[in-house]
């Protein structure tokens, strides 16, 4: 899920700062996410520690994707990196929030 991701998202900004957003990413998800205390990250979007996950654990793996969309938004803005994540994800429905 995250290699696709990765192989767009280097184009645009190179997969050390991919990498840099994903670690940080991990460590906002364990803050909210005790289960994810043994899962790390890597390079070229490795995330060690979810092999043989639980339901459980596996749902809060979500907050990692949720939290590095959130600082790749930051960093590039919402319509870009909404975008880029379409792109790579095309089964990702995004819904925008009424203004």
Known sequence: MLQRLYRELGKLIGSLAFDVLLARSVVLARREHPALASVASGPGAALSGLEGADASLSASALGIVFHFVELL???????????????????????????
Request: charged share 30%; hydrophobic share 55%; proline share 7%.
């Open 73 to 99: 938004v930051a960093l590039i803005g919402e319509d870009l990196a909404l975008r880029l994540v379409q792109d790579a994800w095309p089964a990702v429905v995004v819904e925008e929030e009424p203004r």
